[in-house]
């Protein structure tokens, strides 16, 4: 069974909490069913939750969910783009491609052939246009 891991948005202390760093009463470097559990379930003790997507950017960083990525297509066509999760499946917008947007595994290994994380919703605001951060 894959691991499910997880990353934070620390709100008050406007910080990004990563691996088994300890938040209050969760820990994120955890079974697939507690994570889960402390999604749905819990109170969110003050952080935004972000799933890690399975996938690599071109210098190995780990992409997740509300990263801000930098790419470039197989037209040569460079633009920005953000991670989401919807309908259970990580989406980038791949508009400068031949489809509005795609699941982000398909994008990588298709369409996308440079991708670069140049950081996320909560710390580089300025880069995306999704301004509804709770």
Known sequence: MKKIKLRAWEKELKTMVY???LCGHVEYD???VD?????LNYDDHGYCYMLHTGEKDDYNKEIYEKDILKCRDWAGNEYITTVRFESGAFIVD???CDYDEAPIGWALNGDITECEIIGNEYENPELSDNHDRS
Do not use: Q
């Open 19 to 21: 691996k088994k760093e």
């Open 94 to 96: 791949v508009s400068g």
């Open 35 to 39: 994570a889960v559990n402390i999604i």
């Open 30 to 32: 955890t079974n697939p």
